[in-house]
Each structure stands twice: as C-alpha cells, then as structure tokens.
C-alpha cells in the first residue's frame, strides 16, 4: 500500500525566512512524487513533479529514497505562498493509471 | 485547451435524500477520471477512478457510488446520504496514455448533509 505523511498541518514563518514543508512517503515500487498547492479561492494545481528536478515559483523539492521523503523547500518565503500544501505520490501507470495518494496537506502562512 | 466544469457548487442536503453531483470535461479525448473527498485534517481520499466508459473503480467502501455515461462524463451519487458523506468533493482527470502524474482538478463540490 501507499501512505503519504505530512507531519504539520500549519506551518508559520515570516516573509523572508526559509521555508521547509516536510513529506515522507511509504512505497513498496519505484514511486513518482508531487506537490501540488492550493491558493485561497483557486483550484488545486500541479506545483512540481520531483522526475523534472524543477524548480518552480522558488520551489524545490528532492527525493531522498533512504529517508523516503520529499521535502518542500524554499529559501526567502514571500506573502503570496500562503496557500495549502499537498505531497502526493504515483505508483504510475498500474490498474488505475495514475492513481495519486495524497497527504494530509499543510497550510503555510507566510506572515510580515 | 482543456477545461473540466463540476456542479452544483454547493449543496445542502437532508439526511437520507439522493445525491448526484455532475463532472464534465471538454477539450480532450479518453480522459482517465477520479472522484476525490476533500475532508479537514484528512486530506485528499480517492473515493472512484475510471479508465473508460462504464469502467468504474472504487477505492473504499461508501455509501457512494460513481458511473461514467458518457467519455468525458463522470457522476457521484448516493441513494440515501449520511451525516458522514458531508465533505468537499473533487473531480478531477489526467491524460491516459501519460505518464504525467498531473491531475487537473475542477473546482469542487461541498455537500452539507444534515
């Protein structure tokens, strides 16, 4: 089976400070990890995919397999990353066909 | 481009009454498509998927169920609703035939049933 853990479900820090949103994962196959971000009154949306090594909006993400997780960083928070954070994992295309097993989210405010 | 539409928004519901909350898509072709429960302090539960006409995929046990009439059309229902089925409610779809892992979400469903 497939979990997905995020520890926090709130997460403040100031505007300027570093950011760390912390996901870990339980996979028995070779998994595909996502975070996707939900601003307030917007849908939930792709942020990045760990397979593009991408960064995205200041964002990055790495996949650590000894430690199983894939935290989310970002080095200077701005006000505008307020929003719900969520990691989410792909077993890809299997029965289903990318089936994403979600955390339980984390809700980043970014304060002055 | 693509675009997915669900509806009604919100939905204020009596114990016991049917249910049938609508997701299209338009813009693309033999969408895989998900039903997801958005609930506080739980995250995102997948509730359905569906890889075709007809094919429908439960992934817990409910007092829902879900069908696909129609290619880029996917419907959950309940015949008689519960306290418990009160949440935020997903559609979502993704592309068949990629490996993307993207999900394209559409803006929700929140039932109240009381």
């Known amino acids: 089976a497939q979990r997905v853990t995020q520890p926090e479900k709130l997460l403040s820090v100031f505007k300027g400070a570093p950011v760390e949103l912390k996901c870990n994962y339980s996979?028995?196959?070779?998994?595909?990890l996502f975070w996707y971000v939900q601003y307030s009154r917007q849908r939930l949306q792709l942020l990045l995919r760990?397979?593009s090594r991408e960064s995205i909006k200041g964002f990055t993400a790495d996949l650590n397999k000894g430690e199983t997780s894939f935290h989310l960083k970002k080095p200077f928070a701005q006000e505008e990353d307020s929003a719900m954070y969520y990691c989410?994992?792909?077993?890809?295309?299997?029965?289903?066909?990318?089936?994403?097993?979600f955390g339980t989210g984390t809700q980043l405010k970014v304060e002055l | 481009s693509q675009t997915i539409h669900q509806w009604p928004a919100t939905l204020v519901q009596p114990v016991g009454s049917p249910l049938s909350l609508e997701c299209t898509v338009e813009g693309t072709s033999n969408p895989n498509l998900y039903w997801y429960r958005q609930a506080a302090g739980r995250g995102l539960q997948l509730l359905f998927y569906?890889?075709?006409?007809?094919?429908i995929s439960s992934e817990v046990p409910q007092n829902l169920s879900a069908s696909r009439p129609q290619d880029r059309q996917f419907i959950l229902s309940s015949k008689k609703l519960l306290l418990s089925d009160s949440g935020f409610y997903l559609c979502?779809?993704?592309?068949?035939?990629?490996?993307?892992?993207?999900?394209?979400f559409g803006e929700g469903s929140r039932l109240t049933v009381l």
């Open positions: 979502a779809w993704t592309y068949r035939d990629r490996v993307t892992g993207e999900l394209f």
């Open positions: 989410a994992l792909s077993g890809g295309l299997t029965g289903g066909g990318n089936k994403l097993t």
């Open positions: 760990h397979i």
């Open positions: 996979y028995s196959g070779s998994p595909e």
């Open positions: 569906s890889v075709g006409i007809g094919q």
